[in-house]
């Protein structure tokens, strides 16, 4: 998940920016939503998630978080989880992209590299284990993590294993689904779940293992 700008104080108008503002949208029927705004509100949102978690999270505190009026977050998202749903969904299309780097093992690395980043970040290191803890309770919230976080990060980690197979590196017989489980599995387990510290050349190694895993 990638970072959020520090919000600033913004609000809406319903004149047509000039040229000194970010573009705007207008709402079917409705007033013009600035993007500056949006912006402000979606970074103020992912902080606050952060500092108190899915199920304390007030649409009144991401407001005053991002220097706005609770009826700008109306107007864009008529709730919390809907809010949220839309969010999560925009930064992980951002983040579910993996390097092609014309190797199995250059694109491993990368992949192990960009997702180690994701999870140091302050923000996700917090947003992510709270949003799976969350999602047991909340059945909407689930589906969108499973339709815009995992299946998408799934798809293109498939991609990088076909291209593999494809130049010879793995074979055509590959346990895709065992794969794919190891190639995230353990990277997310360390930093996530038991926040333990990686040795500057633990991303080398893990890939090493992986390789060995993937062949055998």
């Known amino acids: 998940m990638p970072s959020t700008p520090a919000p600033r104080p913004a609000s809406d108008t319903s004149a047509a920016p000039d040229t000194a503002t970010p573009p705007a949208r207008r709402t079917p029927g409705g007033p013009v939503l600035q993007d500056s705004v949006t912006e402000a509100i979606a970074a103020a949102f992912f902080e606050e998630l952060a500092a108190v978690g899915y199920a304390r999270l007030s649409l009144e505190t991401v407001a005053k978080r991002a220097g706005a009026g609770k009826a700008a977050i109306y107007r864009r998202w008529p709730s919390k989880l809907d809010m949220t749903v839309a969010l999560i969904r925009a930064v992980a299309v951002d983040a579910s992209e993996i390097k092609d780097t014309g190797t199995l093992r250059g694109d491993v690395l990368a992949f192990l590299t960009a997702t180690a980043d994701a999870l140091r970040h302050p923000l996700p290191a917090k947003i992510i284990p709270d949003l799976l803890a969350e999602a047991v309770r909340t059945p909407e919230l689930a589906q969108v993590l499973l339709t815009a976080v995992r299946d998408p990060r799934r798809s293109k980690a498939t991609d990088l294993l076909e291209r593999a197979?494809?130049?010879?590196?793995?074979?055509?017989?590959?346990?895709?689904?065992?794969?794919?489980?190891?190639?995230?599995?353990?990277?997310?387990?360390?930093?996530?779940?038991?926040?333990?510290?990686?040795?500057?050349?633990?991303?080398?190694?893990l890939t090493d293992k992986l390789l060995a895993a993937f062949a055998a």
């Open 165 to 205: 197979v494809d130049r010879g590196e793995l074979p055509a017989d590959l346990d895709r689904e065992l794969a794919l489980d190891l190639l995230a599995g353990p990277l997310y387990w360390r930093l996530a779940v038991v926040h333990t510290a990686t040795a500057p050349d633990y991303l080398d190694r």
